[in-house]
């Protein structure tokens, strides 16, 4: 045990010495320059020093950026610990289907879609109330849908597609009508 403080001192101070590497360079037997880690034993080898000016040491962060990532989660905890937005499950689902249906009128514009978009607010209106609609929520839906956009931004990068490229701009299109 009294050697414990003696070793943490060798300790730490062979961690504040820097590591150096060596290089050599001899010529071989058809002439050629080689370089190596190693001199060969049979031959005259010259020491090239190598300068190590990178720091391979542990990096820590600088205050600025301590006092940056603080801010980071304190506004990640504030914003998780807002409450959840109360409404029924029913008018919720309305809600996702009427952004469904209005975002896919964007690609075809067809009276079918266009009727089921009236109807689908008619039914919000006369069941939850028309100010559900300016509501933003942070729910399972909008976890459903960041997965699935994480998902398919990812295949996409492998893998190019149109389809998943429609996808991406209508998953994002659908958190921001809904998500927060």
Not at 33 to 56: H, L, R
Not at 144 to 149: P, T
Request: contains cysteine; glycine residues 4%.
């Amino acid at each position: 045990m009294k050697s414990t403080p003696a070793l943490i001192i060798l300790l730490a101070l062979l961690g504040t010495y820097d590591t150096y590497a060596e290089a050599y360079r001899w010529t071989d037997d058809k002439g050629n320059t080689v370089f190596g880690d190693k001199p060969p034993k049979n031959k005259t080898a010259t020491a090239v020093p190598i300068d190590n000016k990178q720091n391979t040491g542990t990096r820590f962060a600088d205050p600025v950026q301590v006092k940056d990532f603080e801010r980071k989660a304190t506004q990640s905890r504030d914003r998780r610990s807002i409450p959840p937005t109360r409404i029924d499950p029913y008018c919720r689902r309305y809600i996702s289907e009427l952004n469904k249906v209005e975002i896919f009128l964007e690609h075809t514009d067809t009276e079918q879609d266009r009727q089921k978009a009236r109807d689908l607010r008619k039914l919000i209106d006369k069941e939850c109330g028309n100010e559900v609609l300016d509501l933003k929520f942070d729910d399972g839906r909008c976890t459903h849908y960041r997965k699935e956009l994480s998902k398919t931004e990812i295949f996409l990068e492998h893998s190019p597609n149109e389809p998943d490229e429609h996808k991406v701009r209508d998953l994002k299109k659908q958190i921001a009508r809904e998500c927060r």
